[in-house]
């Protein structure tokens, strides 16, 4: 096994851990890496405040002929778990005074300020319940309203000279029909764009970039060196190569020489839906953050009735996306709270899962704070990634 050891704080009989389940974690980390499903693996977990268990297995690189091991503060694009950072902004600006979560978008954004999307309110945005159109693969179906196709597309055809003024937000609201996928609050279905939205709301009230918000009210307070939004070349040095595209995108951050080819970083649409890169120490670290009620190492980034706010059941909808038959699908505002058979998590958990795939997970009943990392090596989505992880951890509290 490929293993390297991170920094710690204490060990974890200290706060109450069984340190021989690690080496489960380990095993089981491994039998997914041999089995194809993932390159390699990082996590950081702590309890009470102390970090126990920071580790990584794996191979940093997905060439076979390069053995170098991945590190605990390997890099890797946290995709949806983004959310979760773009959350505490928007109830940072509720706790200002700034916005509130049930005012309609169109105050803000004019672009809502008409039928039907008149009546979409930022928790409903937050909650997954707008009744916009969902992240494609969500249905089956192939006539999915794709909103970044709808920009892409309004952008080509923009000409030349107004290109300057487009307007990605009216180019994205552009739907056919009525604009929703069903009528708003009666399901839960996962719409990462309506946390993009919910960037363009924090650049409208603050008259800053959301990245920068973000990294300068949450990022930078908390110590995270290794999460931002644009790779610098020493994290784009440290950070997991997947495939070949990734590689030569890493190469042209450390030799200065990227070019935007997408249409959402041409344009600077916000990436508050999944744009984050990041390491599981630093993640853990923001976990810690909402376990302690906002406030972590005397720094303050939040307040409590917020958090409490954010970590209290707030919707309970059908949830049929991604072929779940489910009558109740639990979610807190920007983190999921789902809980049933396939855990053993305390019922007061919340959390918060990423493409491809790393996850985070805040049990406040148990004081543990559990990030991971683990890049798929294939298509898919692999459950003993997530879950199964989650459990093995868990098994370890004394």
Not at 246 to 269: A, D, F, R, V
Request: hydrophobic share 35%; with cysteine.
């Amino acid at each position: 096994m490929l293993y390297t050891q991170g920094k710690i704080d204490c060990k974890p009989i200290d706060v109450g851990y069984d340190e021989k389940r690690l080496d489960v974690l380990n095993t089981h980390l491994q039998r997914l890496i041999d089995d194809g499903e993932i390159q390699c693996a990082t996590y950081c977990v702590s309890r009470k405040g102390k970090v126990f268990a920071h580790g990584a297995v794996g191979k940093k690189s997905f060439r076979k002929d390069d053995n170098t091991p991945v590190q605990p503060d390997s890099v890797r694009y946290i995709a949806s778990i983004t959310k979760t950072f773009t959350a505490v902004a928007i109830m940072k600006l509720v706790e200002d005074g700034l916005m509130r979560l049930d005012i309609p978008v169109g105050e803000v954004l004019p672009q809502f300020n008409t039928p039907p999307y008149n009546g979409v309110t930022p928790y409903q945005l937050l909650t997954h319940t707008s009744g916009m159109h969902t992240d494609d693969g969500c249905f089956d179906n192939k006539y999915q309203t794709n909103y970044w196709k709808m920009i892409h597309d309004a952008y080509k055809l923009c000409d030349e000279s107004k290109k300057n003024d487009f307007d990605w937000i009216k180019a994205a609201l552009g739907t056919i029909g009525s604009g929703f996928r069903v009528k708003p609050d009666t399901e839960w279905a996962y719409c990462s764009f309506g946390f993009v939205i919910l960037g363009a709301m924090i650049e409208k009230i603050t008259g800053m970039s959301a990245h920068k918000y973000i990294e300068d009210n949450i990022c930078k307070p908390l110590g995270l060196k290794d999460t931002a939004f644009d790779l610098t070349p020493d994290m784009a040095k440290r950070s997991i190569v997947s495939d070949e595209d990734g590689e030569k995108y890493l190469s042209e951050i450390i030799n200065g020489t990227h070019k935007p080819q997408w249409i959402g970083e041409m344009l600077n649409i916000p990436s508050t839906g999944g744009g984050l890169e990041s390491t599981a120490f630093d993640v853990n670290r923001f976990g810690k953050m909402m376990l302690f009620n906002g406030t972590l190492d005397g720094v303050r980034v939040l307040g409590r009735i917020a958090v409490e706010k954010m970590t209290t059941l707030a919707v309970s909808y059908p949830n049929y996306t991604w072929g779940a038959k489910e009558k109740e699908r639990y979610y807190g505002i920007g983190f999921d709270m789902r809980n049933g058979p396939a855990f053993t998590m305390s019922r007061s958990t919340y959390m918060h899962e990423g493409s491809g795939a790393c996850s985070l997970y805040i049990d406040p009943k148990e004081d543990i704070v559990a990030a991971w990392i683990v890049p798929f090596a294939k298509e898919g989505w692999f459950h003993r990634a997530q879950f199964n992880v989650q459990n093995i951890i868990w098994s370890g509290l004394l």
